[in-house]
């Protein structure tokens, strides 16, 4: 069997759907067993009105970050303009296309009553020539059926008289997507056309238009196999929804997600590794992914189990690989990529090796990169409390104040160690009937801004203790 030539073909008229991103990888996985496996990019923008620059972009860097290297293109649909006209003259000498001037008015009007969808074959034996507003229609077989042999699905069969004579170009000649496809997948050899179930529909359509190049041009060219992959759904089991779900991939990498574990979780969205793990190296996904191994029924796509992916990856970085990781959010001014957001310091306040000081101490505790800067925020900004937490901790509860208030007085003496600060405010709760959980409340909110955050008293070492007393200080002025 020759290698498989595979090709991932997005449209650029929105955000990179995380299922395209599926479809996108299990192309590559199929390219990628083997050494002279081509994968291909194609950017199919015949839908001229709604094409954008910036979607195209974006569809790269997505591709590139995701690490799913290309060995043709990227290319545009358009560049091949030439070929998909020979194609569209040769059919219409071959006598598989017609003119037709039907226009939308007209077709309802004959239709009446019957509601039933496509097009009515009215044009089809007037002989009708080229003209103004006469687009071109392929003429279908009107009896028989044909046979999709899926690698997903098994053999589906379409009955053609449920066809219609689809239009393959505009009136101005211009060349249409089902036909432009056709083209490009018999120009590039693909072997297999791989993609979401959404798309199974098209390919009688393909199929038919496949079978009539190979009679008109003289250039017989096998087809591909297809594969048609599972819909992606949300936690109601309904489609995923551009609106309401979180569906952009490159939200995910904005959000601090690894490259690496969003690939992972992808392979999983229909299809399972051997054994029981998940997380699965990226080697060993290659090796193991076979198309008659993925399900057809709908593959549920949970951000929970994403986030807590990620975070596993996370914590198996190495503390110098996390240091690397999250540079784009705490220092984006020295990182070749920036997300959408900003840390809350500027570029003066922050301290490259302070931040690898501390990094390990968030490094177990975030999911993903992006809260990374929340957490360590308070080693370079004086932070800004929680005013509902303040108002609970220092004013609804006479306990919050005075705990700061021993604890200032034993913060000018005591050894300034983890573990010493550990004990004093562990002494100083008891001495006011509180466990150390609550205890260290009042002080975390002083010194940090929240309640919630890293280890509290390795982070006291850090910050030192002129810097903790000058925080104490202040919210004991603030709230005395």
């Known amino acids: 069997m020759s290698a498989p030539r595979v090709r991932f073909a997005p449209s650029p008229t929105g955000l990179f759907h995380v299922g395209s991103a599926r479809s996108a990888l299990f192309n590559w996985f199929i390219a990628r067993q083997h050494d002279d ?79 039933t969808p496509g097009y009515d074959g009215f044009c089809r034996d007037r002989g009708l020539g080229p003209g103004e507003r006469r687009a071109l229609r392929f003429k279908r077989p ?13 053999e589906v069969t379409f009955e053609t008289r449920a066809l219609e004579d689809f239009v393959v170009a505009r009136a101005n ?50 087809l591909p196999r297809y594969a048609h992959l599972p819909l992606l759904v949300n936690e109601q089991r ?37 054994g029981d793990e998940e997380i ?63 840390p809350p310091w500027r570029e003066g306040d922050f301290d490259e090796a302070l931040f690898a000081r501390v990094a390990p101490l968030v ?35 006479p306990a919050g104040l005075a705990i700061l208030r021993a604890l200032e007085a034993e913060f000018a003496t005591s050894p300034w160690t983890s573990a010493a600060l550990h004990e004093l405010t562990l002494r100083v709760g008891e001495a006011q009937g509180l466990n150390l959980r609550k205890a260290q409340a009042p002080l975390r909110l002083a010194v940090t801004g929240s309640l919630v955050g890293p280890p509290l008293f390795e982070s006291l070492e850090v910050l030192g203790r002129d810097e903790v007393l000058t925080r104490v200080r202040a919210v004991l002025a603030a709230y005395a």
């Open 238 to 274: 309904k489609k995923l929804s551009k609106r309401k779900d979180p569906v952009a991939t490159e939200r995910y990498r904005d959000e601090g997600y690894l490259a690496s574990a969003f690939v992972n979780y992808l392979a999983l969205l229909g299809w399972s590794p051997r």
């Open 363 to 397: 490094h177990e505790r975030v999911n993903v990169l992006g809260e990374v800067p929340a957490m360590v925020g308070f080693f370079f900004v004086t932070p800004t409390l929680d005013e509902d937490a303040a108002a609970k901790v220092y004013r609804d509860d």
């Open 173 to 222: 000649g211009d060349v249409l997507y089902a036909l432009a496809n056709v083209v490009d997948d018999r120009d590039d050899r693909v072997t297999h056309v791989i993609r979401g179930e959404e798309h199974l529909a098209n390919a009688p359509k393909q199929m038919l238009l496949w079978e009539a190049l190979n009679a008109a041009t003289g250039e017989v060219v096998a």
């Open 142 to 154: 009107l009896e028989g059926s044909l046979v999709v042999r899926d690698e997903v699905r098994g």
């Open 280 to 342: 699965v190296p990226l080697a060993d996904l290659v090796a193991q992914f076979r198309l008659r191994d993925v399900v057809p029924s709908p593959a549920f796509f949970d951000v929970k189990k994403l986030r807590a992916m990620n975070g596993a990856y996370l914590r198996a970085l190495s503390p110098a690989a996390f240091v690397e990781a999250a540079r784009p959010w705490v220092a984006p001014w020295s990182s070749a990529w920036t997300p959408s957001t900003t």
């Open 37 to 115: 496996g081509v994968f291909i990019l194609r950017i199919e923008d015949t839908d001229e009105s709604r094409n954008r620059q910036e979607w195209e972009d974006v569809i790269i860097a997505s591709m590139a970050w995701l690490g799913l290297n290309v060995d043709v293109g990227p290319y545009r649909q358009s560049d091949r303009r030439l070929a998909h006209e020979a194609a569209r003259d040769a059919l219409l000498a071959s006598g598989d296309l017609y003119y037709c001037d039907c226009t939308p008015e007209a077709l309802a009007a004959r239709k009446g009553e019957n509601k």
